[in-house]
């Protein structure tokens, strides 16, 4: 990664061991990646020369005939989609016709991957921090990890538009009440580790930290999503925690 390269490695059954080959066409440090999801030929990356890419990473030592395209050798460039600002993340819809990624200039790019020649780029502009970590729990939806320590929530409306609707709010739970020692107990070690007796107030957010990595745990209409974040904390979300902007 750091080095403008990154490998593609398959276990080498004759000579047992990992073989790596490397695709070497980057300006910068390689920072995400993602493999098509139905095509193991076609693996798209990002990288801090703020440009994604698409190879040609098909090893017929590994995947046989399966999604070899006449022509191509290893590592072959398909198409390089420029952006503004270091890619962070980035991922395919589930069908593979939709590549999402979000870079450091807090903008959600998509990017049409069902046609050969067309790769056509639509960005939508927030005023957000910065992304971090990008997921499609099904085809229409997309989940953005910000920075912000909130999850946002993209959806791809009735005329095919897609807009930034709704964050994943965790549900309140009641506090129990205190008694007279365990607050006395919470004053005393508040003037210990902060100098003041009351506690620091805790974000609105879940994550009390930026938000490192989304997850797809199941897709479809109910999918489900982990995050974690800096805050080492990790945390399971559904359709159920979604609130409108």
Avoid: M
Wanted: aromatic share 12%; glycine share 6%.
């Amino acid at each position: 990664y750091q080095r403008r390269v990154h490998g593609v490695c398959y276990f080498e059954t004759g000579q047992n061991w990992w073989v790596s080959r490397p695709i070497k066409d980057h300006a910068s440090s390689v920072t995400c990646l993602a493999w098509h999801p139905l095509n193991n030929s076609i693996l798209a990356t990002g990288s801090s020369d703020q440009k994604v890419r698409l190879f040609y990473a098909h090893i017929k030592a590994a995947d046989g005939e399966t999604g070899e395209i006449p022509g191509l050798k290893f590592g072959s460039l398909l198409a390089e989609i420029p952006s503004k600002g270091w890619i962070k993340s980035l991922a395919f819809a589930p069908s593979g016709n939709l590549l999402a990624f979000c870079s450091h200039d807090s903008t959600i790019s998509l990017v049409r991957t069902d046609a050969e020649t067309d790769y056509s780029v639509t960005t939508i502009k927030t005023s957000y921090l910065p992304f971090r970590s990008i997921v499609f729990p099904n085809e229409k939806t997309i989940l953005a990890g910000c920075s912000d320590c909130f999850v946002y929530v993209i959806t791809q409306q009735a005329d095919g538009f897609w807009t930034l609707s709704g964050k994943l709010v965790a549900k309140q739970v009641r506090q129990r009440t205190k008694s007279t020692f365990q607050q006395a107990q919470s004053i005393f070690f508040n003037e210990a580790t902060t100098g003041q007796t009351a506690s620091v107030r805790s974000l609105d957010s879940k994550h009390q930290n930026e938000i490192s990595s989304l997850r797809v745990i199941k897709s479809g209409e109910q999918w489900k999503v982990s995050s974690s974040g800096f805050d080492g904390q990790v945390y399971l979300w559904s359709p159920s925690d979604v609130a409108s902007l």
